[in-house]
């Protein structure tokens, strides 16, 4: 039976199922492997007093190699649930991190207020990293008619570039990072591309770019090791040391930083609202809430009753959707005709352009030197 023929069967435990993911697989109870992978992945996690300490000790060593420094940490701060909480426990820590903001071009009105909030009543300095607009909009256009699913992966690379370049220019050795298991660790590999693969975006472009990316902040695994390994630069994933329920941290973070909801995850974003409510589901048939929902349901956050009924609900709220895609249509400068034609063009697979492989292959006779390297240079997330 062909792939696309397969029966359909949702997860025993969460609301993963072969539309979500075609080649997801099941135990004899009709367990998925998310279930289980999610079980492995948590079984790492330090939280509650143990990892309070774990991360007490994490801090004082944060300190002590920024003590010289205007900053002794940095942070990605996109006004959403995770990377708020990251600064709220970056001051419950007595760090002094620059916060710093990407914006490319997307804020929402209240992403903007939610960071401005943040910033004053926690106290710290803001740096907004503003990509070239023409550019971004450039290499986003060139993603929608190359009919790839991550056309996300630009701006997480960018991200990361932007926050290890700035480390590095700064001397800040550590970069606070919002990533988690408990609410992040569900994500078929079909619905993503490796972010720091830079040779995908350069070849996507090429194909269906229209000018010069000059001052986009491209990096490398290279580029990458140089500042971990050299500059001894890490990220430390803060939210993995403590218990993080969704639910009661946006009411926290309410409360305490006059944070507001933005109905919906990464939503703080105006592309990714238009991204994961209705490129994903109309074009690709992925609804991003299954991953979300069982990872809250792995967690014990939600049961699967509640998970469903969340599904049952629209991906996009109507009314907001006839705003958002006016808008992105003509941000993007693209008529209805155009947009619509690449919405009904087939995906198709970031591999059919040029990517990144890894070393060994490119270059075979370092194989044996490569694993060597690793043993000695382990790579850090």
Not at 69 to 98: F, H, N, W
Not at 312 to 331: G, H, R, S, T
Not at 340 to 361: A, G, L, V
Request: charged share 30%; proline share 4%.
């Amino acid at each position: 039976m062909a792939k696309h023929e397969r029966p359909y069967q949702q997860c025993a435990i969460s609301v993963m199922d072969t539309i979500a993911d075609p080649d997801i697989s099941f135990d004899e109870k009709g367990i998925s492997n998310y279930y289980y992978e999610y079980k492995r992945a948590s079984a790492s996690l330090h939280t509650g007093n143990e990892g309070w300490e774990m991360l007490e000790k994490i801090a004082s060593e944060i300190k002590n190699a920024g003590k010289n420094q205007p900053y002794d940490c940095i942070m990605g701060l996109s006004g959403g649930v995770d990377s708020t909480y990251v600064a709220y426990l970056a001051k419950k820590l007595e760090l002094r991190p620059l916060a710093v903001h990407f914006d490319n071009g997307w804020n929402s009105e209240l992403a903007v207020m939610n960071i401005e909030n943040i910033i004053t009543k926690l106290g710290f300095d803001l740096f907004t990293y503003v990509i070239n607009w023409d550019e971004f909009k450039d290499l986003q256009i060139a993603y929608l008619k190359a009919s790839v699913v991550d056309i996300e992966a630009i701006t997480d690379h960018a991200i990361f570039a932007s926050l290890y370049k700035l480390a590095g220019e700064r001397k800040i050795k550590y970069i606070l990072s919002g990533t988690n298991i408990q609410t992040e660790n569900t994500l078929p590999k079909s619905w993503i591309h490796p972010k720091g693969d830079h040779i995908n975006i350069q070849s996507i472009h090429k194909a269906y770019g229209t000018i010069a990316l000059k001052t986009f902040p491209f990096s490398d695994a290279k580029v990458k090791r140089y500042y971990q390994q050299v500059m001894g630069v890490k990220s430390v994933s803060v939210i993995n040391y403590v218990d993080y329920n969704k639910q009661k941290i946006k009411t926290l973070i309410e409360k305490e930083l006059g944070w507001r909801d933005y109905g919906g995850k990464h939503y703080e974003s105006i592309w990714t609202r238009f991204y994961q409510g209705y490129i994903l589901p109309n074009k690709f048939k992925i609804d991003k809430r299954k991953a979300h929902l069982s990872d809250l349901i792995f967690n014990g956050q939600i049961t699967k009753e509640e998970a469903l009924k969340e599904l049952a609900k629209p991906v996009y709220d109507e009314k907001q959707f006839k705003i958002d895609y006016d808008f992105v249509l003509k941000k993007l400068g693209l008529s209805k005709e155009e947009f619509e034609s690449i919405m009904q063009s087939s995906p198709r697979s970031h591999y059919d352009f040029d990517f990144e492989k890894p070393i060994d292959e490119r270059y075979p006779v370092l194989g044996p030197v490569k694993k060597i390297y690793r043993k000695i240079f382990p790579v850090k997330k």
